[in-house]
């Protein structure tokens, strides 16, 4: 079975710049949750979407948003990129429903985007 | 509100001696907790999980746990380390939202 998959793998922008990411979850799941990690520290939280509506947000700016479509895929945008957004960018996905606390997450292998 | 601390940042074993990650969780109510590994340039994989049923919980690899509540620790060991275990490992606490350690880097030495 695949697993999580995400496109690109490697982005290069320039400040001020747009960027998309993708994320296609594992078949049978519902939930996507996106994670930045930083170079040298754990992934934060940025958003979790379950059947297509906003679940979670984390302590990003509005630059930072998402959407989940009908087939359960996602999209990262981030708005007048930054320096500082420079990272790996990974996707998760999971069932959904039930107790968040025992909704297993599985990571994609991230897309790394650097900004210049 | 919910956090972890993961107490090394950095444990270098040599191969074919124990292996222990520390990390001590905060939680306001029962949590979930989690360990995951990266290895360079790679996504996340899922080590093992504690959902409060048995306390002592087996993962992939040989790896395993211990929910202990009093200590509110969950750290991870393994009995013999493995040249291929040498990786960042991530431990996490889960209500809502995942709340991902620093990481702990382990070197494995010939």
């Known amino acids: 079975d695949a697993g999580v998959t995400q496109s690109p793998t490697h982005l290069i922008k320039t400040r001020g710049q747009h960027v998309t990411l993708r994320c296609s979850p594992i078949?049978?799941?519902?939930?996507v949750s996106w994670y930045q990690q930083v170079l040298g520290q754990g992934p934060q939280f940025i958003f979790q979407?379950?059947?297509?509506?906003?679940?979670g947000r984390g302590n990003f700016p509005d630059r930072f948003s998402a959407r989940q479509f009908p087939n359960y895929s996602s999209e990262l945008n981030v708005n007048a990129l930054l320096l500082g957004d420079s990272a790996l960018y990974l996707c998760?996905?999971?069932?959904?429903?039930?107790?968040?606390?025992?909704?297993?997450?599985?990571f994609g292998p991230g897309t790394r985007l650097t900004v210049l | 509100a919910q956090s972890v601390t993961q107490l090394d940042s950095h444990v270098s074993v040599s191969e074919g001696t124990p292996v222990l990650l520390r990390c001590n969780y905060s939680?306001?109510?029962?949590?979930?907790l989690f360990w995951y590994v990266q290895h360079p340039n790679k996504g996340l994989q899922l080590l093992l999980k504690?959902?409060?049923?048995?306390?002592l919980v087996k993962g992939i690899n040989g790896f395993e746990a211990e929910f202990k509540k009093s200590e509110t620790s969950f750290h991870l060991t393994k009995p013999s380390a493995h040249m291929s275990d040498a990786a960042e490992y991530f431990c996490?606490?889960?209500?809502?939202?995942?709340?991902f350690g620093a990481g702990t880097r382990l070197t494995v030495k010939p």
């Open positions: 998760a996905s999971s069932l959904g429903g039930g107790s968040p606390r025992t909704d297993t997450q599985y």
């Open positions: 078949s049978g799941h519902k939930s």
């Open positions: 979407y379950y059947e297509k509506e906003e679940r």
């Open positions: 939680s306001s109510y029962s949590p979930s």
């Open positions: 504690y959902t409060s049923a048995a306390t």
């Open positions: 996490v606490v889960r209500n809502n939202d995942m709340r």
